[in-house]
Every structure is written in structure tokens, then in C-alpha cells.
């Protein structure tokens, strides 16, 4: 009897546990649990554009997984036109409403036929040409930012003048948004106290341009191998430290490492919890193992519409 008592008393307490909430068992409930109408996607304004506080980024269907060769083969192979125009339409349904586009390979062909197949997104485009004449043109952007590499190049070269010019040339060429992206905190920090006729800052998370003597005094005289695609913890703060010095709207990119942290959730809840409630993230998506456009749309929804 005894025993038979103990047996009902456990069953009874793991039927209990199982009824609890998520919330009130102490754990978060799955986005494969949640359905899509449960996703609401917050949104913030630059300039006179309302988009949503993810967008998606444009590495994956480029290749460029910030990794290795084999990565970016698997990219390549995996991302047909079809599945560009696939995603990039399964972004919408969950509320994603902006894509950050890049004038590389067939990017686009690729984005012709996502609006052709009906594709409604905004189109936020990286400024990478000399003359980006040809982007404004071809793709007509509602927004662009400088390419960080292109700024940052020019910040080593002490020519931050020229990014200026450029900036007042993708004015003159009719985009109504411009803005500078950089992977260096110091640079966005420079142009925020110079005072730039620009409307938004984009800000890679984790400093990949430092050079090797920066990362040799790191490090204790080492260089590791792939110099460029160093990622350290402490680096996010120190670019979210500029974003919330500056009343501009910002965008974070690479808030995961290029897929390096072991917490998804956790980088978007820091994202979210360290900017200021006008900025916005946008993350690169490889679908190919799980539901990730679903998944990061839930902690976009989750963390940013709880911090806006």
C-alpha cells in the first residue's frame, strides 16, 4: 500500500509540474511552441520609414558566413534563388519587414524576383561601390548605410573625409536615409561628435578590424588564426555604450558572432536590454537546420517589443 501511495503521490506531482505555465515553472516556452499570429513584431522609425526591429541581414545568401570555406560552400549550395525569394517571404509572414541588401554576385537578380513573386520589404541597402550611383539606380533603396569595411578602411587611412563626401552623395543621389556603419566604436563615436548630416549609425557588435598590433597587445604578443574574424565577449558592450550615447537610431549587426554564441535568445534579449528603444538588429539566417527566421522573429518579439 505504501508503496502503491508513493506511486500515485509522484504522479501526481509530475502531472502538476507538467500542467504549470512556462512562465511560472521557471522556463521560457520553445518558438516551435508558439504559433505564427503569437509573433508580434515591435517596429521603430528612421527617418519617415517604419520598419521592424529585426531585419534580415544579406551574408547567408551571399556566402559569407564570417567562418570558414567549407561553411560558405554549404551556404552557396543551400541557397538557390528560389530559396532566397523562399525566406526572404517567410520573413514577412512573421512580421520582418526590411532586409539589408548588398550589391554583390546575384544579389540582384535575386531581390528582382522576391519583388516580382510579390515581396513588399523595405530595402536597406550597404553602400560598398566608389561611386554608389549604380545602387541608388538599380535598386532604389529607402535607406543606405556606408559599408563598415569601406569606413573603417578609411578611418586606418585617416580619410574619414571621404566617407563624408560619401554620405552627401547618396543625399544628393535621392536616398531620404543615410546613414554610416562601422565595426569600430571609436568610429561612430567620431562621427556622432563631428556632427555628420547623417540619420542613423549601423554598428557591428564585435571589433573585427583590429589590426594585428591591437590584437598582438590583446592577446600577449600572439595573432590567432583568422586575424579577421576575431570575436571577443567584452566587445558588445563598448559598441552599445556609443548607440545609447547618441539619439540617432542605430542598427546592431552580428549580435550572434556569425553564429558563434551558444545562446541565441541571450544575445537578442542583451541586444535588446543595451540599445535604446529607436534601434533596431539585423541578423543573417540560414534555415537549413531549424526554424530560424520563426525562431529569431519570436526573440525579436519577445525582447524588443519588452524593451521598446
Request: hydrophobic share 40%.
Given at each position: 500500500?505504501?508503496?502503491?501511495?508513493?506511486?500515485?503521490?509522484?504522479?501526481?506531482?509530475?502531472?502538476?509540474?507538467?500542467?504549470?505555465?512556462?512562465?511560472?515553472?521557471?522556463?521560457?516556452?520553445?518558438?516551435?511552441?508558439?504559433?505564427?499570429?503569437?509573433?508580434?513584431?515591435?517596429?521603430?522609425?528612421?527617418?519617415?520609414?517604419?520598419?521592424?526591429?529585426?531585419?534580415?541581414?544579406?551574408?547567408?545568401f551571399l556566402g559569407g558566413p564570417?567562418?570558414?570555406?567549407?561553411?560558405?560552400?554549404?551556404?552557396?549550395?543551400?541557397?538557390?534563388?528560389?530559396?532566397?525569394?523562399?525566406?526572404?517571404?517567410?520573413?514577412?509572414?512573421?512580421?520582418?519587414?526590411?532586409?539589408?541588401?548588398?550589391?554583390?554576385?546575384?544579389?540582384?537578380?535575386?531581390w528582382e524576383r522576391y519583388l516580382?513573386?510579390?515581396?513588399?520589404?523595405?530595402?536597406?541597402?550597404q553602400a560598398t561601390a566608389e561611386?554608389?550611383?549604380?545602387?541608388?539606380?538599380?535598386?532604389?533603396?529607402?535607406?543606405?548605410?556606408?559599408?563598415?569595411?569601406?569606413?573603417?578602411?578609411?578611418?586606418?587611412?585617416?580619410?574619414?573625409?571621404?566617407?563624408?563626401?560619401?554620405?552627401?552623395?547618396?543625399?544628393?543621389?535621392?536616398?531620404?536615409?543615410?546613414?554610416?556603419?562601422?565595426?569600430?566604436?571609436?568610429?561612430?563615436?567620431?562621427?556622432?561628435?563631428?556632427?555628420?548630416?547623417?540619420?542613423?549609425?549601423?554598428?557591428?557588435?564585435?571589433?573585427?578590424?583590429?589590426?594585428?598590433?591591437?590584437?598582438?597587445?590583446?592577446?600577449?604578443?600572439?595573432?590567432?588564426?583568422?586575424?579577421?574574424?576575431?570575436?571577443?565577449?567584452?566587445?558588445?558592450?563598448?559598441?552599445?555604450?556609443?548607440?545609447?550615447?547618441?539619439?540617432?537610431?542605430?542598427?546592431?549587426?552580428?549580435?550572434?558572432?556569425?553564429?558563434?554564441?551558444?545562446?541565441?535568445?541571450?544575445?537578442?534579449?542583451?541586444?535588446?536590454?543595451?540599445?535604446?528603444?529607436?534601434?533596431?538588429?539585423?541578423?543573417?539566417?540560414?534555415?537549413?537546420?531549424?526554424?530560424?527566421?520563426?525562431?529569431?522573429?519570436?526573440?525579436?518579439?519577445?525582447?524588443?517589443?519588452?524593451?521598446?
Amino acid at each position: 500500500m505504501l508503496r502503491t501511495r508513493r506511486f500515485l503521490l509522484a504522479a501526481g506531482l509530475t502531472a502538476a509540474a507538467r500542467s504549470l505555465p512556462a512562465q511560472r515553472s521557471g522556463k521560457q516556452q520553445s518558438p516551435n511552441l508558439v504559433a505564427g499570429s503569437g509573433i508580434k513584431m515591435p517596429s521603430v522609425r528612421i527617418g519617415e520609414i517604419q520598419i521592424s526591429r529585426l531585419i534580415v541581414g544579406v551574408s547567408p545568401f551571399l556566402g559569407g558566413p564570417h567562418f570558414n570555406d567549407i561553411y560558405a560552400a554549404m551556404m552557396k549550395e543551400w541557397y538557390t534563388p528560389d530559396r532566397v525569394v523562399e525566406v526572404l517571404q517567410r520573413c514577412e509572414q512573421y512580421g520582418i519587414n526590411a532586409f539589408n541588401y548588398a550589391p554583390i554576385g546575384r544579389a540582384q537578380a535575386d531581390w528582382e524576383r522576391y519583388l516580382a513573386r510579390g515581396g513588399k520589404m523595405h530595402l536597406v541597402a550597404q553602400a560598398t561601390a566608389e561611386d554608389p550611383a549604380e545602387l541608388v539606380n538599380t535598386v532604389r533603396p529607402v535607406a543606405a548605410w556606408v559599408q563598415g569595411e569601406r569606413t573603417d578602411n578609411a578611418y586606418r587611412a585617416g580619410k574619414m573625409e571621404t566617407i563624408r563626401d560619401y554620405c552627401k552623395k547618396l543625399r544628393d543621389l535621392g536616398v531620404s536615409v543615410v546613414g554610416v556603419g562601422s565595426h569600430i566604436p571609436e568610429v561612430l563615436a567620431l562621427v556622432e561628435d563631428a556632427g555628420w548630416d547623417v540619420d542613423f549609425y549601423a554598428g557591428c557588435v564585435y571589433n573585427r578590424r583590429r589590426t594585428p598590433q591591437e590584437l598582438r597587445k590583446l592577446l600577449g604578443g600572439e595573432i590567432p588564426e583568422m586575424p579577421s574574424e576575431v570575436y571577443l565577449q567584452d566587445d558588445p558592450p563598448r559598441m552599445y555604450k556609443v548607440f545609447k550615447q547618441t539619439k540617432k537610431p542605430c542598427c546592431a549587426f552580428k549580435i550572434m558572432a556569425a553564429g558563434r554564441v551558444r545562446s541565441p535568445e541571450a544575445a537578442f534579449k542583451q541586444a535588446f536590454q543595451s540599445i535604446k528603444p529607436t534601434d533596431f538588429v539585423c541578423v543573417g539566417m540560414f534555415p537549413r537546420i531549424k526554424e530560424e527566421v520563426k525562431e529569431n522573429a519570436y526573440f525579436a518579439s519577445r525582447h524588443g517589443a519588452a524593451a521598446s
